[in-house]
């Protein structure tokens, strides 16, 4: 074709450096629409598996909570089912006198019933169906034998779950030793708007939990969706967990759609492969010109990736192990982990230097949590007085943390942590911003007392390395204008302050300051 020789005529004719950009563009251009086919593939596999975790943790905490309030309602049966004073004043016949009979029922029957009804809020009504003499001396006194048609009415000595068009009940026998064939039967209606409430956690996607009882009847659905056209649409790939509980054989079922790739997330897709094909002709044309150094710088790169990479990969780990803290039930620890996670993250901060000091009493409330996890079971009793003013003023990161720890790890008293007090203050006095960690330790000794006043007039900072470090950073940052001191607490302890002087740092800032 005479297109096709022209074209090779030309390509002929470009230089040997031109033409070897050209290959290599192709590569770097396949190698980033391979990775980036790879990589929208691995994302999409790990939204259907973070969903379907969701999903069974959903149905878990669902079945959990459904199984301890029926297992609360056959105990509440069960109690009445097997009271003396229930069973002979439901069964009795041959009352001498009405008084008698009023008698029994209000002093040994309606003592029960408010006692249980107020003990247990998921009971409804208590229904007794009898052949007694005391039918129809109560609207919950049904006759058993004008009844004989109820599901509810049974001779099992087992809780026996039957729904009735709106209402839901558990009934067993009222055992009549005398005459076992007019045996009575008690039922408790359930309470539908609280047994069944909220049994469905928050979840953040689109997911339905609906239960049937052991007849395959429909008793109860509840919804998490926000997009009903998106719900029908993904009725080919939901995410179903399903359970029974075993008290009375009720199945359940939780299904979820995968969380989709919203339009942002597409929009971002594609303009990243948009800017990155003419990135891929401009790093052709740069590996050629520079090879050798770029190789250099690359490796320079790598180097500081790989720095930053590390704090992400302890994020993911503590982030699944946390997932599989919540699939096994141990919130214990999967609070830990989320503070363990936090913690780090304000301790890294993002490689920023400073740090609001609203930010660096929380860094300090979280290590506190994690030491108790960790050193004791006992509580700890921490005064906060903190000036609302203050809170958003900067200051060098990591200040606080080390002056908590150096108190824990100095100050503790004979008593140990159940005897600990911690005082923590943040506010103003006059121009200057006061920080205070106080504990109601031992005290410090007189040789250490002598030797801060030794450093402090040789100009140098209060001893011990993390003092040290946190006064030097301080004095970076602010110049002269801060101070560290430490003080007898009253009553007995130590009290570390610092005081600094922002104002000047304000004005260099051009208002950063609040």
Not at 7 to 12: E, I, L, P, T
Not at 197 to 214: A, H, I, N, S, Y
Not at 431 to 451: A, R
Request: glycine share 8%.
């Amino acid at each position: 074709m005479p297109e096709m020789r022209g074209f090779r005529q030309k390509f002929r004719k470009i230089r040997m450096p031109a033409k070897l950009v050209l290959p290599c563009f192709l590569i770097v251009a396949a190698a980033v629409a391979g990775i980036g086919g790879v990589l929208y593939a691995s994302a999409k596999r790990q939204l259907a598996v973070g969903t379907e975790k969701v999903i069974r943790s959903a149905a878990q905490m669902a079945e959990a909570s459904l199984r301890e309030r029926c297992v609360r309602l056959m105990a509440s049966l069960e109690y009445l089912a097997t009271d003396n004073n229930v069973i002979q004043t439901v069964n009795r016949t041959g009352y001498i006198s009405e008084y008698q009979k009023a008698y029994d029922v209000k002093n040994l029957l309606d003592t029960v019933l408010v006692n249980v009804s107020e003990q247990n809020e998921l009971i409804g009504q208590v229904l007794f169906f009898t052949y007694g003499d005391i039918r129809g001396t109560r609207e919950y006194f049904l006759d058993a034998e004008g009844w004989a048609d109820s599901p509810w009415l049974t001779q099992s000595e087992f809780p026996v779950w039957r729904q009735e068009r709106e209402q839901l009940g558990v009934s067993r026998i009222l055992v009549n030793l005398w005459e076992p064939d007019r045996s009575g039967t008690v039922t408790v209606l359930v309470n539908r708007e609280k047994l069944f409430k909220r049994l469905l956690p928050e979840t953040g996607m689109d997911c339905r939990l609906r239960v049937w009882d052991d007849e395959g009847t429909l008793l109860y659905e509840e919804q998490q969706i926000s997009d009903e056209k998106g719900w029908e649409a993904g009725a080919e790939r939901r995410i179903c967990a399903e359970g029974t509980v075993a008290e009375n054989g009720w199945r359940f079922l939780v299904e979820g759609n995968p969380v989709p790739f919203s339009p942002l997330s597409l929009s971002l897709i594609r303009n990243l492969f948009l800017i990155l094909l003419p990135a891929a002709a401009f790093l052709s044309l740069i590996f050629w010109l520079f090879y050798r150094g770029e190789i250099v710088k690359r490796d320079a790169q790598m180097k500081a990736l790989q720095a930053q990479i590390n704090p992400h990969f302890l994020y993911n780990t503590l982030s699944h192990l946390n997932w599989r803290a919540i699939e096994q039930g141990n919130m214990e620890t999967s609070r830990l982990l989320t503070d363990l996670s936090k913690f780090y993250r304000l301790s890294l901060n993002g490689g920023r230097i400073e740090s609001a000091l609203r930010t660096e009493l929380e860094h300090v409330c979280i290590y506190i949590r994690l030491y108790m996890a960790i050193h004791s079971d006992a509580s700890l009793q921490v005064r906060w007085e903190t000036d609302e003013r203050v809170l958003d003023f900067k200051m060098p990161g990591m200040i606080l943390q080390p002056l908590v720890e150096n108190a824990f790890e100095h100050g503790l008293p004979k008593g140990g942590l159940a005897a600990f007090r911690l005082g923590i203050c943040a506010g103003r006095e006059g121009e200057y911003i006061v920080l205070k960690v106080s504990d109601n330790g031992e005290g410090m000794p007189e040789e250490k007392k002598k030797q801060i006043a030794e450093d402090e007039k040789g100009g140098e900072a209060p001893i011990g390395f993390g003092l040290r470090n946190v006064y030097r950073r301080l004095e970076l940052y602010f110049g002269k204008d801060c101070g560290m001191s430490f003080e007898e607490t009253p009553g007995g302890g130590t009290t570390v302050q610092i005081r600094f002087l922002p104002g000047r740092i304000q004005k260099e800032r051009k208002g950063r300051w609040s």
